[in-house]
């Protein structure tokens, strides 16, 4: 790694790295020694710390460098050190590349992930890159920023010499011939672009099928990885979910749409007379199908009524693994329908509350029709329950939590432009089947829209991009008060 905070006689001062405070955030000490942040409506405790560090505390409006705290063994550092990593925990923190704390921002990074750190590689230079097909530079407001799908951190750049520099890694370049000087704000970047993916090594970026990391990145298109990254939780630092960005702007629409101009035909006596004897089974069931938020915690779901739910909605019931003439790939058949019969979703399941199962979590073996057990970290397991409850907006976890995952190349590698959609209808189908089963066999369920892609990631080992959420399902006994 370059030391970022070296000077050359003649020259200006490298960039270095600085932590700040969000501007919306605030930061204060107790009489106790505790640091608290305030932000958005509600505080946190960061812990006790010494009056060295308390004194500093209002250095984090223009940045603390965080070069001096690693390479300094004093205390205070330390401590420093330790406030800036819980700080950027909580997502509180954004960085800045400066020649000095007061001098102007050269580049702002915004983590997009909650255990991003700035990491500045050791870049030679007979190394040769080029931007990432995923990278991109849009305006957002008066900025320009430019980011990745793959990327933990999005970078605004303020200095209009670096999107030149960008710019030139449309194609491969070595470090040499990008002319930088040494003290140049350029070579920190760059090495912040490596670490992040948003620039690669040109050597693996080769080739027209197999590029950027093997087989599994070369499936996914950019506007489709972007849409996965952008449209859940986990890798973005975006407000997600119901916060009405729009109320007192943008009147909303109708709950129902305006009547077309023209005469009507009434539907209702015509469908009276072909119902005869009354409503269908089905019909029935689509009536009683209604979401579940509240759980009766003294009657748990059991393991066999969890084994009939699986088998009745997700069980393989036929497959072809000898592949015949003319055909690409094995296929199976289940309960619901799929695009191409590719079946790519798996069913993940978080086991707060089943009467007969561990507390734990397990990925469902659609052909075996079994349970194989993850061992997930607990921290994680718990984040995952309590996301879940509050996107449902109540306070207990479900009994048990149904993460719906897409294996992305199953479909992908036989669609162009139409894959991440068809998962997304897939998915869709899906939940409308769990619906469907749930109020048949009289227990609850509810569909979430809120996925968690960083933390299934670390739960599984597996990365975003090979397997991940596109959808969760809240499954349980119902309280008997509820509709």
């Not at 690409?328 to 309960?335: H, Q, W």
């Not at 479900?398 to 669609?415: C, D, E, H, M, N």
């Not at 869709?428 to 227990?443: I, K």
């Amino acid at each position: 790694m370059r030391a970022a905070g070296k000077r050359s006689l003649g020259h200006a001062a490298a960039p270095a790295i600085f932590a700040r405070l969000l501007r919306r955030a605030a930061i204060e000490a107790r009489a106790n020694g505790e640091i608290v942040a305030r932000v958005d409506g509600y505080s946190v405790v960061l812990g006790p710390f010494g009056v060295g560090v308390i004194d500093r505390l209002h250095e984090l409006r223009v940045g603390l460098p965080l070069d001096s705290l690693a390479s300094n063994n004093r205390n205070i550092n330390k401590e420093i050190e330790l406030l800036i990593r819980r700080l950027a925990a909580h997502g509180l923190l954004e960085y800045r590349l400066a020649r000095s704390p007061r001098a102007d921002d050269l580049v702002v990074i915004e983590p997009q992930v909650s255990d991003y750190w700035p990491r500045m590689p050791q870049l030679g230079p007979e190394d040769k890159l080029v931007l990432s097909r995923f990278a991109y530079v849009r305006r957002r407001g008066d900025a320009m920023v430019l980011e990745s799908p793959r990327a933990g951190a999005l970078f605004r750049i303020c200095d209009p010499m670096l999107t030149t520099l960008v710019a030139t890694l449309s194609a491969p370049r070595q470090i040499k011939d990008l002319r930088l000087q040494a003290n140049s704000p350029g070579i920190g970047f760059l090495a912040l672009l490596a670490d992040c993916q948003v620039v690669v090594d040109a050597d693996m970026a080769r080739g027209v099928g197999v590029r950027e990391d093997g087989h599994d990145l070369a499936i996914w298109e950019f506007q489709d990885l972007l849409f996965h990254a952008r449209s859940t939780a986990g890798r973005h630092a975006n407000a997600v979910g119901g916060h009405y960005p729009h109320i007192g702007k943008i009147p909303p629409l109708p709950a129902v749409r305006p009547a077309w101009p023209g005469k009507q035909i009434v539907l209702g006596a015509l469908g009276e007379a072909a119902q005869g004897a009354g409503l269908s089974p089905v019909a029935k069931l689509l009536r009683e199908r209604h979401s579940t938020r509240n759980f009766d915690d003294q009657r748990p779901i059991t393991v066999a009524e969890l084994s009939q739910f699986l088998e009745v909605t997700a069980h393989v019931l036929s497959r072809s693994d000898d592949l015949g003439a003319g055909d690409s790939e094995a296929t199976t058949v289940r309960p619901y329908p799929s695009a191409g019969a590719t079946y790519e979703l798996e069913l993940y399941l978080a086991a707060h509350s089943c009467e007969g199962l561990a507390r734990g979590f397990y990925h469902y073996d659609a052909g075996a029709h079994a349970l194989t057990p993850i061992g997930a970290p607990a921290d994680a397991f718990d984040a995952l329950l309590a996301q879940a409850a509050q996107a449902m907006g109540v306070h207990a976890a479900p009994q048990v939590l149904i993460t719906i995952a897409a294996r992305f190349g199953r479909v992908s590698w036989k669609y162009n432009s139409i894959g991440y959609a068809l998962i997304l209808k897939d998915a869709g189908v899906l939940t409308q089947t769990l619906y469907l089963a749930a109020a048949e066999l009289r227990l609850g369920g509810c569909a979430i829209g809120i996925a968690n892609i960083d933390l299934f990631a670390k739960m599984t080992g597996l990365n975003f991009y090979i397997e991940g959420p596109v959808g969760q399902f809240a499954l349980g006994r119902g309280l008997a008060t509820q509709r």
